[in-house]
């Protein structure tokens, strides 16, 4: 799965010369809590800008400044001054988990996607948390083991052949990091099978089960 399919396209930007209370009122608008920023001359992106920048840049409610003050101060401070410049940003071939790795690695919330140098997207953390939904198929019912499974060649073979023999039906399968090198831990979810008789092929096979439960199916919201 590559970025631009799960990104958000043609994402809600602004100018650097828009002033902050103006930016703050389109982003509850929008209901987003970032705006990529582009340059209004060129359209290229410049940087990007967060709800906490817009926030921690407004006057606290406890100022002792006045209405009309409050008003020309915001009236003077502008997305530039609060932006951020220094940006990680991705192609929009890049693969998913490679934007995932980026936002922890740079602790940040979303990236700019881009097609050359042209703004095409953006991709956050809310999109990785429904990929991860959809990846590991938390709406849908079924079994869900986890194994540990040693690491080496023929293991996932066995598994899947045991559960086919059983008329299980894999819908989501994960690997883990193990309690060390030599095994993973295999997250495997299975329908079409009842949990008892799906352990019990485990357990006949010799798979070292970890936890066995049933999932319902949950409604998309």
């Known amino acids: 799965m590559l970025v631009h399919e799960r990104m ?9 010369d828009m ?3 103006e930016a703050l009122n389109l ?4 209901n987003v809590r970032r705006f990529p920023v582009l340059d209004r001359s060129t359209k ?7 709800e906490k920048e817009l926030l921690y840049a407004s006057p606290s409610p406890a100022t002792s400044l006045s209405i009309h003050e409050i008003n020309y101060l915001l ?3 502008t997305v530039a001054k609060v932006m951020t410049v220094d940006l990680v940003t991705v192609q929009e071939d890049t693969p998913i988990e490679e934007a995932a790795r980026l936002m922890v690695d740079n602790n940040i919330s979303a990236l700019p996607v881009l097609r050359g140098r042209t703004l095409v997207g953006i991709i956050t953390e809310t999109d990785l948390f429904k990929t991860f939904i959809e990846l590991f198929a938390a ?4 079994v869900r083991l986890t194994l540990l499974v040693p690491e080496k060649p023929g293991e996932l073979l066995a598994i899947a052949q045991a559960i086919v023999e059983v008329s299980g039906n894999i819908i ?8 060390d090198m030599s095994n993973r831990l295999l997250m ?3 329908d079409g099978v009842p949990e008892q008789e799906l352990v019990a092929k485990m357990q006949e096979i010799g798979a070292e089960i970890m936890d066995s439960r049933l999932c319902p199916q949950y409604d998309r919201c």
Do not use: C, N, W
């Open 188 to 190: 495997i979810k299975v």
């Open 27 to 30: 982003m509850r608008e929008q």
């Open 19 to 21: 002033p902050i209370a």
């Open 44 to 50: 290229k992106l410049i940087g990007i800008v967060t």
């Open 8 to 16: 958000t396209h043609h994402p809600v930007t602004v100018y650097p």
């Open 75 to 77: 009236s003077k401070l």
């Open 172 to 179: 989501s399968l994960g690997t883990f990091q193990g309690e």
């Open 139 to 142: 709406r849908e019912e079924g």
